[in-house]
């Protein structure tokens, strides 16, 4: 059942489907919520994982905080997170702003991460090659604020605000930054996903130990677009995190038979 929990002093909203399994964790995209995409990703997993997932602050029914919206913030949270509460390495599965994030703790704690899947994510802001425009709320995702987000309803529009500032000059990954990430990384977007293809396959190519999968006839949203092929996917990475012996490599050389 979700529930409030205090982590390091702020309220957090947080989920967790009790299971003997390895912990995995959920880290939803930006400006979104755990029970945007739970529905979808819990069902495949909490048989054989002890799956968590945490509303950050200023998202769901998480309060916002001062400088809660930025990258730095966010990883800072998770850590703080993996260390409280799921207390044990943990496999990340992390969408759009998760993923990024995700990245960012196998960098900094990768002593705290198994394994990551990162779903439409981009370690760089140069990835999302089109511009942000105003900021549009709907009469439907107003009304949903305004019940769920313990902030006050004017603050939707001032967090997209934030949010796209942040956005056009965050995060600032390196590509040799990226090649520290030493646990199994599955790079997983939609053939017409909203970060671009080269930005993409530059992630995958700099991971030591990534996989690559493009789902066809899907977007950023790719997870409500196809969950089951996309799913598919996940689960078959997770189940076998050895790093793949193929029969004709170009790029994985690493761990070849002669």
Not at 55 to 76: I, M
Request: glycine residues 6%; charged residues 20%; contains cysteine.
């Amino acid at each position: 059942m979700p529930e409030y929990i205090k982590l390091r002093s702020h309220n957090l909203y947080s989920y967790e489907w009790d299971n003997d399994g390895e912990a995995v964790v959920l880290l939803h995209g930006g400006l979104s919520k755990t029970s945007s995409w739970d529905y979808i990703m819990v069902p495949p997993l909490e048989d054989d994982f002890h799956v968590y997932a945490y509303d950050r602050t200023a998202h769901g029914f998480t309060g916002d905080q001062s400088g809660s919206l930025h990258f730095d913030f966010q990883t800072r949270e998770a850590i703080a997170y993996l260390e409280d509460v799921v207390k044990a390495p943990a496999h990340l599965i992390g969408w759009s702003d998760g993923g990024n994030i995700a990245l960012m703790v196998a960098i900094q704690r990768p002593d705290l991460v198994k394994s990551i899947v990162a779903i439409g994510a981009n370690f760089h802001f140069s990835g999302v090659p089109q511009p942000f425009g105003e900021p549009e709320i709907s009469p439907e995702d107003q009304a949903e604020y305004n019940l769920i987000s313990p902030d006050a309803p004017h603050t939707l529009l001032e967090k997209i605000t934030r949010m796209n500032v942040i956005w056009s000059s965050e995060p600032t990954l390196t590509v040799a930054e990226i090649a520290t990430i030493q646990c199994p990384v599955l790079v997983l977007a939609g053939d017409d996903d909203v970060i671009s293809h080269h930005h993409t396959i530059e992630l995958f190519e700099a991971l030591p130990l990534g996989q690559l999968a493009i789902i066809p006839g899907t977007s950023h949203f790719v997870m409500k677009e196809k969950p089951d092929l996309m799913n598919a996917v996940i689960m078959q990475f997770l189940e076998d995190l050895t790093y793949p012996v193929t029969k004709m490599y170009v790029r994985r050389t690493s761990n070849q038979p002669e």
